[in-house]
């Protein structure tokens, strides 16, 4: 079988239900709360990007924002996995309906 994003998720998420010890809903919640620690290494690293820490300087590349943006990403279609059997259904129909109101002729 070809390997797909969606079934390296399926894996992952396989992998990390076997190693938790909590309760399933408590870990269910933690794994959408990982989402914000996500977003925040995506705006260190811009700023670190930027030099905007004077103490610091530019302390990341371009590249490093790109990783911590795909972590992100990899983490919420963890979480929405976690939450639903159905997730990439459920993500390609949210595509669908954003691309239909996003790219509508404007009238």
Do not use: C
Request: net charge negative.
């Amino acid at each position: 079988m070809e390997e797909t994003t969606w079934n390296t998720i399926e894996r992952i998420v396989a992998w990390i239900d076997e190693s938790s010890t909590l309760p399933p809903e408590t870990d269910k919640l933690l794994r959408v709360m990982k989402l914000s620690e996500e977003v925040g290494e995506v705006t260190q690293a811009l700023i670190g990007v930027m030099g905007q820490n004077p103490r610091k300087g530019r302390t990341h590349r371009m590249e490093d924002v790109y990783d911590e943006l795909s972590d992100v990403i990899l983490t919420a279609m963890t979480a929405l996995r976690s939450l639903t059997p159905d997730a990439r259904k459920v993500f390609e129909a949210r595509v669908e309906h954003i691309a239909q109101r996003a790219l509508a002729p404007a009238g």
